[in-house]
């Protein structure tokens, strides 16, 4: 009887630390050795509106002029000064994020995970905008929806980035 409920607890406490890391409750990877904190969910708008960028973007994207980054933040009306944008996909964990966005001594809490427990669905991230070592923003994107940007891979976009528009069904903009 005890070996029974021995098992039964072990499996109940198995299960739901599965399912937090599967649900994204858990929320960083690690909080050791942070001299700040930043929330990637896009809650905060500390250089413009998010529907508005994205909006822009989208315009710019279905266009037939090349366009720059500038150019869609300054048209969906951002204020403030930023000097580059990354894109971070999901399942990317902190040291990752430091390594694409050049910080050190963030705790990334919110790091983009797939929709549900299984990973099915469009993959899905978020455009993170910094200046320096000081992360500003996020836009979240969704494949096949509003992943504007086809940015390759540990490449940042800078305000000037000069970006050419690739229709199809999901209309992006690529970097020269």
């Known amino acids: 009887m005890k070996n029974a409920i021995a098992v039964l607890a072990v499996g109940a406490l198995m299960t739901s630390a599965g399912c937090g890391l599967l ?42 002029a090349p366009t720059s980054l500038i150019a869609i933040t300054d048209a969906a009306g951002w204020r403030g000064d930023w000097d580059r944008m990354i894109d971070i996909p999901q399942n990317t964990k902190s040291d990752q994020i430091d390594a694409l966005a050049g910080t050190s001594g963030i705790c990334w809490k919110n790091l983009p995970k797939p929709r549900s427990s299984d990973g099915d669905g469009p993959q899905r991230g978020y455009y993170l905008f910094l200046k320096g070592n000081q992360p500003l923003q996020t836009i979240d994107w969704s494949a096949n929806f509003d992943q504007v940007f086809a940015v390759t891979n540990g490449v940042a976009l800078t305000p000037e980035t000069a970006l050419i528009p690739t229709p199809g069904q999901y209309p992006q903009l690529r970097p020269m």
């Open 23 to 64: 649900d994204g409750t858990d929320s960083t990877d690690s909080d050791a050795g942070c001299t700040s904190t930043f929330d990637l969910s896009p809650a905060e708008e500390n250089l413009g509106s998010r529907v508005g960028f994205k909006e822009k973007a989208e315009q710019a994207a279905e266009g037939a």
